[in-house]
């Protein structure tokens, strides 16, 4: 009783939230959410790291709402998962990696402007997803490419920080093969774009995962930079998500697999020659 007292209001919201915003323009959703981000996260820049975790639950609930907000039509089932996850992970990877840099408005400006750009950019993803364009058409490339792209980006960053907090191998192993099982099934699930997760998804989503995970694990116990580190694994969920990719798209190559070969083998040089034995 308790449960449907608490649901029909939030549902209620939610149908108030989405009628309204329904009358505004696409386009016009799609530019109010990128400037209200962008001015959260330079708020939230102001701040130091010891706070990060206080903003990181609520950015990524602006992030889910203003994701929400830029879509609003046609979000079934595993498409809260695939068309969301996207937005909210470039946010929170932004976040952290501006404390890199030196606190200052020299530096704050220009990357505040860099994210608008960003979240700009996989909400344009999120959307043709969310329409289903024909995957022959050169509209669905550019966003599969411009997905894995800031996927690469944004575990690379995340993985970095991971690394850097010099946890013990377990939480290593754990936060890498949770963290890409989930990039690799939302990249999967952009083949079909159906409504239910598939089976096919899921398996090489795990497969995926649990191979970094490994890798995850040997890594560390190696004298290795944290930033080396984050790089190989990285580079290694680019070759082997890109080559399973095309192979469930029926689309895998002796070309595809030798461009992915040679970043892979590319980035292993790197890893070996960097190794502080």
């Known amino acids: ?17 989405r009628k309204r915003a329904s009358k505004i323009e696409k386009r016009f959703r799609f530019a109010i959410s990128v400037i209200a981000l962008a001015l ?5 820049t102001l701040f130091y790291f010891q706070q990060a975790l206080y903003f990181i639950p609520f950015l990524i609930l602006a992030s889910f709402i203003a994701a929400y907000f830029s879509l609003l039509e046609g979000i079934n ?27 200052r408005w020299l530096t704050r400006v220009p990357f505040t402007i860099i ?12 959307n043709i997803f ?12 550019a966003a599969f490419s411009v997905n ?8 690379f960053v995340i993985l970095n920080l991971l690394y850097s907090l010099r946890l013990p191998f377990v939480f290593n192993a ?10 690799s099934g939302q990249l999967f699930w952009t083949i079909r774009l159906k409504k239910q997760l598939e089976y096919e998804v899921l398996h090489y989503a795990i497969f995926v995962g649990y191979i970094l995970m490994q890798l995850a694990l040997i890594l560390s116990f190696v004298p290795v930079d944290p930033v080396i580190m ?27 697999i030798r461009e992915y070969v040679i970043v892979l083998i590319f980035v292993f040089t790197i890893l070996i020659l960097s190794l502080n034995w």
């Open 148 to 155: 894995f792209f800031f996927q690469s980006i944004t575990m």
């Open 1 to 17: 009783m308790l449960k449907s007292n608490l649901i029909k209001p939030i549902r209620h919201i939610f149908f108030v939230f």
């Open 115 to 126: 994210y608008a750009i960003s979240f700009y950019a996989t909400l344009l993803c999120s």
């Open 40 to 44: 959260l996260l330079g708020v939230a």
């Open 130 to 141: 969310n329409i289903g364009v024909e995957k022959s058409l050169q509209l669905y490339r």
């Open 174 to 183: 754990l936060g890498t093969g949770i963290m890409t099982g989930l990039f």
């Open 230 to 256: 984050s790089l190989f694994i990285t580079a290694l969920y680019y070759s082997l998500a890109g080559i399973i990719y095309h192979y469930i798209d029926q689309k895998l190559f002796k070309e595809t």
């Open 77 to 103: 089932k595993i498409g809260w998962f695939g068309l969301f996850f996207m937005p909210i992970m470039v946010t929170v990877s932004f976040y952290l990696f501006y404390f890199l840099f030196p606190g």
